[in-house]
Structure formats: C-alpha cells, structure tokens
C-alpha cells in the first residue's frame, strides 16, 4: 500500500463512518432529470436544485438542444481558440445586451470563468479583497493567482457583508490597486451583499468591485438580469461573472465587463484557452431560455418570488430559523450533524430531497438542510415538504426552542 492510499484511508475515516450508518447523504443517482426526478426506483421532489425557474426541462429547450446536435454533434472537440461557432458568438452578444454590458465571453462552467477572471486581472500590483464566506470558485481563483512567480496578488478578507471589515482592508492596503470580489446572493445563505454600501467604498477607494451573480441571473430584478438591475447600480460595477446552471438550465460560465477588459480575459484566462468549448447544444439550450426571457421575463421572476415567499412565510411561522436569508434560497438551520443527516434521510424516505450541509463547507453549528424554493416546483410539492419538514422537525428538535441537544444515533 502506497502512502496515498493511507492518506485516503485515514482522510475518510468519516465518510465511511456515515457510510455504515446509513447517513452518508451525497453523490445519490438521479435516474431522470429535473426537479421530479427519481432515486433507486423512488419519485423524488428536489428541494435543492438551482433549476431556479424550472425551465431545465421545458419542452422548446429541449428540442433546440436536439436540433444543435444534427448540426452541431455533442461537442466540438477543442477549445474556443479553433472551436468558436456562430452560435457562440451571437449568443455573447445578445447576453451582453441584455445583461447591459459592452461585451459578454462565455466559459465551459462558472468556477473555470471565476477563475480566468481573477487570474487574468489580479497581479503584484493587487490587493485582492475578498468576502470571508467566498465561494470556492473566487477563493481558488485567488489562490491560483496568488501561485504565479512574480504576479501574486496580496491578498486579504474581510467579515461577511461587512463595509466597515471592507473599509479597514482597503485603507490600510499595501499594493497600488485593489479588486473587491463578492456574490450578490450567497449560495448556502441564501442573503444578498450589501452593494450599495460596497459600490460607495470602492468609488472612495479606487477599488473594482466584481460580482459574482450566478444565484441572482434569472430570479433578481425585474426583467431577471440579477442583483444589479434590483439595486440600481449596474452602472458601478465593472465586472460581473455569472452561470448557465442555475436559471439556464445547463453549464457555462459568463464574464460581462466593458469590451478592453473583456478581451484581455479572453486571450489570457488558461481556463478559457485551455479548456474545451462549451457544446453547441448547451449554448442553444441557453439561447432558447434567454427568448423566454425577454418574451416572459418579469412574469417569471414574479411567480418564482411568490413562491418563496409563501414558502419563507410557512418556515418562519413554523418556528424554523432560516439564518440570515432573504432570497429564495432558504437553508433549514439544524445547527447539529447528526440531526442535519437525519432529517435528511427521513425526508428523503419520504420523496422530498433536501441536502445536508455540514462541516467543512459550513462551520460546526451551522449545519443546515439546502432548501431553494424555484418556479418548478408547485403548491402540492410545496405544502408536501412544508408538512415533512414540520414533522421531523419536531421529531429531531429542530424548531426554535426544542433544542435538547446532539440526537444521538439509533
């Protein structure tokens, strides 16, 4: 045995631990797509999809994915240096116009266009800032960028959502420039960043503020373009990344900025030349959902919102804490592995699939449940889950005020 299979002995002591108790929650086989999809032989409603507004599935997709394969076959078997279609390139365009930037480069997935982007603009003259509860996308990005002999950034934190944290960092950097990465709905919190507060601090401190806003596409705003066109402040940020797999239904990652800034990511990001192009079927697929977008956009949005609010409302009154949420990503908070790991299971036995989240990704006592409310989903998945969710969680104590304690395994 070489020391790599003892290191990975050792190192996963813990997933075989859960493994023989019957909790070990991840990699589970979805054996149809969607948001009703099923698991060994079982219908299950998912509860922890980013299909945010249920169009994965939605028949006109679909058929323009199929028609991009007679022409176009699955993949095109290089990278984007020799492998760019018509269809990529209209579809940057009108992405652009329709996020209001000057130019939109697309990525094969959202961590490969965070990563370009970091690693293309930061440099010895950087101080990179970054948010304490960054997505792993920007925090590898930053480490990837702090790696390069001779153009590692500094690089520094500062508390969450915090413009007090942000302020102190920026006033007391070492490097002449300064890039602010945050996202403008935090994946496992489900709350926004506080732009406007950060937008007037890098105005005062000579900082680009970029945005990753891969949960806000196509659920914030009017229209869905995301946090920026909700806030008003479009215009104050230079630089935002999003995703095709979330409200796109696919995979691709998107870079918006003006069209100088565009284009030396484009002929610098290793992860866009050295990566293979995104397949032309999945670039129709977007294309297909960006139509419905600008066709029924703002009545979507609308339907996704009240769904969550009527979702967000029956939590709260049930007495579950939600942490510090106000979108429609929802986590339940157990604040304890081991009753994470069994409402989970006994949610799952039930046909509604919620997630656990648990150490390393969230702190100890912040374990939760990922619940993401979407478009997809309808009244009856809704109130199915709602009275799961109000069972177990008084069965393993879950509900404000019934805390006793670790649940102990049976």
Known sequence: MSWIDEKAKVELQRVREAREKQVYPYFREFET??????????????FSSNDYLGLTNHPRVKEAAKKAVEKYACGLSSSRVQATTTEHVELEARLAKWFGYERCLMFTTGYQAMLGTIVSLA???????????????????????????????????????????????????????????VEGVYSLDGDKAHLAEFVEICAKYDAVLVVDDAHGTGTLGERGTGVLEETGLRDRVPVVVSTFSKSFGGIGGLLLGSEEVVDLVKHNARSFLFSAS???????????????????????????????????????????????????????????????????????????????ITYPAVKHGEERLRVNITRGHTQEDMDQALDLLKTYGEAFFVLSGEDIGPVEPA
């Open 123 to 181: 440099d010895k003259d950087t101080t990179l800032v970054l948010d304490s509860y960054s997505h792993a996308c920007i925090l590898d990005g930053t480490f990837l960028a702090a790696g390069i002999p001779g153009r590692a950034p500094e690089v520094r934190f500062f508390n969450h959502n915090s413009a007090k944290s942000l302020e102190r960092i920026l006033k007391s950097r070492e490097r002449k420039n300064a890039m602010v990465v």
């Open 278 to 356: 995104l397949p032309v079927p999945v670039v129709a697929a977007a294309s297909t959902i960006l139509d419905m977008l600008e066709e029924d956009g703002p009545k979507m949005v609308r339907e996704l919102h009240q769904k969550s609010e009527y979702f967000r409302t029956e939590l709260v009154k049930a007495g579950f804490d939600l942490g510090a949420s106000n979108t429609h990503i929802m986590p339940v908070m157990c604040r304890e592995e081991r009753k994470t790991l069994f409402m989970h299971i006994a949610l799952l036995e039930c046909g509604v699939l919620m997630v656990p």
């Open 33 to 46: 797509g969607g948001l009703h999809t099923q698991i060994a032989g079982k219908p299950v409603i998912n």
